[in-house]
């Protein structure tokens, strides 16, 4: 496709549970980011891969979050055993070059725990 | 350290009327900054962008932002509304270099009234 992916568009779970979401970026973008964003709040920056690697994690707010990016394309964000504050829009963005700082996102994935 | 202040969380104008969306940076450097949009059920898309180039920075759909550096600013203006720019406008600022993270204001939606 011809901008970013994120599956799913929406995620229902229970508090406790294991939950991924996926982005898929533009096709040749080396930096992706994830971004967080509650309602009425702005993205929050949860990390940052530059090809395969995690350049910047420092947004991660604790050991239950985990993001990989195995082949510098696709990457999936991991949240172990789901709170409630954890609900939120999670979003993915990727760029051409990170040193532009124009990121392209997707539409986020709303992630809701009960 | 980097953040932006985005004044007011709703603005409200007549359709027809100037658009003014204020943005006030902090930056240890001297910034690239900027401003994306968010219609609903959509991602953020950047609308300008300022890096260190015109100070005067022309956007898409009529915008304008102009960085001013005595006042650590970098408003959005737009000489006359339209209902479909009603939105969520978010202002984010980086430092030049690849290993800096856009950080973003937390938003100001744009009410238009007929």
């Known amino acids: 496709g011809a901008g970013v992916s994120q599956t799913p568009s929406n995620k229902v779970t229970e508090k406790g549970k294991y939950v991924e979401l996926r982005c898929d970026p533009i096709?040749?973008?080396?930096?992706l980011y994830w971004y967080r964003q509650s309602l009425g709040q702005g993205p929050e920056f949860l990390i940052y891969?530059?090809?395969?690697?995690?350049?910047?994690d420092s947004g991660l707010p604790n050991d239950r979050f985990f993001a990989v990016r195995p082949e510098g394309s696709v990457s999936t964000l991991k949240i172990q055993r789901t709170e409630r504050g954890d609900s939120a829009v999670y979003l993915c963005?990727?760029?051409?070059?990170?040193?532009?700082?124009?990121?392209?996102f997707g539409e986020g994935s709303r992630l809701t725990v009960l | 350290a980097q953040s932006v202040t985005q004044l007011g969380s709703h603005v409200s104008v007549s359709e027809g009327a100037l658009v003014l969306l204020r943005c006030n940076y902090s930056?240890?450097?001297?910034?690239?900054l900027f401003w994306y949009v968010q219609y609903p059920n959509q991602g953020l898309q950047l609308l300008l962008k300022?890096?260190?180039?015109?100070?005067l920075v022309k956007g898409i759909n009529g915008f304008e932002a102009e960085f001013k550096k005595s006042e650590t600013s970098f408003h959005l203006t737009k000489p006359s509304a339209h209902m479909s720019d009603a939105a969520e406008y978010f202002c984010?600022?980086?430092?030049?270099?690849?290993?800096?993270?856009?950080?973003f204001g937390r938003g100001t939606s744009l009410i238009v009234h007929p």
């Open positions: 930056s240890s450097v001297p910034p690239y």
């Open positions: 963005a990727s760029s051409l070059a990170s040193n532009t700082g124009e990121l392209f």
């Open positions: 300022y890096t260190s180039a015109a100070t």
């Open positions: 891969f530059q090809g395969t690697g995690a350049a910047d």
């Open positions: 984010a600022v980086k430092p030049p270099g690849g290993s800096y993270i856009p950080t």
């Open positions: 096709s040749g973008h080396t930096a």
